[in-house]
């Protein structure tokens, strides 16, 4: 069931997404989720070797020299990854400033009812963000961001990947029903994209910096660019 006090925070978020993220209903979820719902998305990762590896904190790693990936050569993944976030105004250090914020409510107690396996998967998800849009070839648009996390969950049935469709979903039809065609259509695509191609949720992306993107994505079964309707 959904709880009186985590009704609060969704209500927040379907509101107005912008100020209360999803990250944070992420985060505050865990204090009033069920037992059964935590132990079904804990089993739901440790049943795959690969994505057990994903939530043991064992892929978490220091965020890579930006400056370093500056310089690589055009082409590559290290260099495809400065650029997107050069190009998309995104901070060095945005990597850092979440694994704060993550170590600061656990600190103050908020993260309590989180399992160990969803804490360090989402930091490792957080990490693997960007990189994901430069293999998907999904922009930073709404709908391309979109478009990604529904590609996500399609891929790895992780709780932060369906609140936010769940967000979106409950936005189209409560506030702006003129976002449902091409709210479907995002979440339609990054979802057959995600069920059609490799599974690239726990890659060791910062270990192919050097290699040709072209070659890393048609490795994944990725060519040309993702279509979006919009």
Known sequence: MITEDFGKSLLNTFNDPHVHKVHLLFNEWWQEA?????DSYVNIINSDSHFAKFASGALYTQPIDLDAAGALPIGTVGRAYHDWIVDNNLIAAIITN???LHDSLADAGKLDGMPEEMKHAVLRSYQTHDFQHVITGYDSSPFGELALQAFG???????????WLSVTTTRMTYINPNSITPAMDAISAGWTLGRNTANIQCEEWESMLDQPLADVRARYGFTGSPRLTV
Do not use: G, I, N, V
């Not at 969950?153 to 609140?163: G, K, T, V």
């Open 153 to 163: 969950l399609a891929q790895l049935q992780f709780p932060y990947f369906s609140m």
């Open 98 to 100: 979440y694994q704060a």
């Open 34 to 38: 069920s037992q059964k719902a935590k």
